[in-house]
T-cell receptor, first 113, second 117 residues
């Protein structure tokens, strides 16, 4: 079956530090890959996505590249801000019209001023 | 454009009781999914509804059931509540693409936090 493994948190950084959150996956077929973010007290929001190998998703300074050879989709940001403090979820989806997402356990990021 | 709304936001039940959670999908979205997010875990897929029928289900027992109404809103019902049912329940909606694709984005509500005592 499908599964997603994320690096364990929590991750604590100072403002303007570089961020990497590792994500690897196991899937049948050709999945689409997603990063969702959950800010305190809010629902999940799509941060970025990539739908085929070597695609790079990007949004709000965050980037992730779909690496089929290493089955990875690591999230990076060059300079984090306090407002980036949130829980980040890596997720995948396979199949046709089934919108089921398989999520990782999430990584809590705290950015200190 | 109205987003996904869920109610109630918080509720407390005792073991053995039944609960109904409600979700209004985003305007123009006809597919609704429900997820369970236990504390410190990622969301787990419960089931999905399209055109008032269940068309996908995760590894949850039959005491988890749902409905979708003609206006695409949805309910999640859980019978015979157990302590492990305590979680944040998330509803997500999405438009059904004319061509099947796995690239679709889900739009999530803020969730209903259920505590079972």
């Amino acid at each position: 079956g499908n599964s997603v493994t994320q690096m364990e948190g929590p991750v604590t950084l100072s403002e303007e530090a570089f961020l990497t959150i590792n994500c690897t996956y196991t899937a049948t077929g050709y999945p689409s890959l997603f990063w969702y973010v959950q800010y305190p007290g809010e629902g999940l929001q799509l941060l970025l996505k990539a739908t085929k190998a070597d695609d790079k998703g990007s949004n709000k300074g965050f980037e992730a590249t779909y690496r089929k050879e290493t089955t990875s989709f690591h999230l990076e940001k060059g300079s984090v801000q306090v407002s980036d403090s949130a829980v980040y979820f890596c997720a995948l989806r396979t199949g046709g019209s089934n919108y089921k997402l398989t999520f990782g356990k999430g990584t809590l990021l705290t950015v200190n001023p | 454009e109205t987003g996904v709304t869920q109610s109630p936001t918080h509720l407390i039940k005792t073991r053995g009781q039944q609960v109904t959670l409600r979700c209004s999908s985003q305007s123009g979205h006809n597919t609704v999914s429900w997820y369970q997010q236990a504390l410190g875990q990622g969301p787990q897929f419960i089931f999905q509804y399209y055109r008032e029928e269940e068309n996908g289900r995760g590894n949850f027992p039959p005491r988890f059931s749902g409905l979708q109404f003609p206006n695409y809103s949805s309910e999640l019902n859980v019978n015979a509540l157990e302590l492990d049912d305590s979680a944040l329940y998330l509803c997500a909606s999405s438009p059904r693409a004319l061509r099947e694709t796995n690239t679709g984005e889900l739009f999530f509500g803020e969730g209903s936090r259920l505590t079972v005592l």
